[in-house]
């Protein structure tokens, strides 16, 4: 079945230490998104991709980066990772912008961070 | 986007109907009502979207004041396997794809 995977489920690191979050696709959509989902919280958006068109949030820390080097690929690079940043980090795509379009959620990778 | 309001939780009996309400009062002309539930640890999972008609599909139906200040989602046989966080979502049709999740409603079915 087409989906989104996301790999790790699980990641831990140490305070500070570089961390890189996957996701993939195989539904071929032209966007990919990244959300953060703290405890007991709803998704907030950090940014996404059009295409290699990448899009910030205002409001995401510039601790956050993106990559994506294909169509199939995205990445989450938190550079420094704080206390703070332990969440589930959740990846979608959808297949254009605007419209209707609705949005596939990966199943997340939940990093802690020690 | 509009801002929407949820109750927080509610409960269903397992094989009835389960009848989840959003407000939306300030939804504006070019708004869409979207629905999504995520159920505990998984990534949030479309279920229905509509502008102005009421909509059905294979999991929901969603009906939508005329005034369009207000819909319900509905699970026509509730099963344990719904119990899920539901958000509703109000997005404008050429605003992007981005969503802005609220409080969303925390339905737990009970058997």
């Known amino acids: 079945d087409a989906m989104v995977i996301q790999n790790p489920r699980y990641q831990v690191t140490q305070f500070g230490k570089p961390v890189t979050l996957s996701c993939s696709q195989t539904l071929n959509h032209n966007v990919m998104y990244w959300y953060q989902q703290k405890s007991s919280q709803a998704p907030k958006l950090l940014f996404h991709?059009?295409?290699?068109?990448?899009?910030n949030e205002a409001d995401t820390p510039d601790n956050f980066q993106s990559r994506r080097p294909n169509t199939s690929f995205c990445f989450l690079d938190i550079r420094s990772p704080g206390l703070g940043d332990a969440a589930m980090y959740l990846c979608?795509?959808?297949?254009?912008?605007?419209?209707?379009?609705?949005?596939?959620f990966g199943p997340g990778t939940r990093l802690t961070v020690t | 986007d509009a801002k929407t309001t949820q109750p927080p939780s509610m409960d269903c009996a397992e094989g009835r109907a389960a009848n989840l309400p959003c407000n939306h009062s300030t939804i504006s002309g070019n708004e869409y009502v979207y629905w999504y539930r995520q159920i505990h640890s998984q990534g949030p999972q479309y279920i229905i979207h509509g502008l102005k008609n009421n909509e059905t599909n294979e999991m929901a139906s969603l009906i939508i004041t005329e005034d369009r200040k207000s819909s319900t989602l509905i699970l026509p046989h509730a099963t344990l396997r719904d119990t899920a966080v539901y958000y509703c979502?109000?997005?404008?049709?050429?605003?992007?794809?981005?969503?802005?999740f609220g409080g969303g409603t925390r339905l737990m079915v009970k058997p």
């Open positions: 991709y059009y295409d290699k068109d990448f899009n």
């Open positions: 979502i109000v997005r404008a049709y050429n605003a992007g794809n981005m969503l802005t």
């Open positions: 979608a795509t959808s297949r254009e912008i605007g419209g209707s379009y609705e949005q596939y």
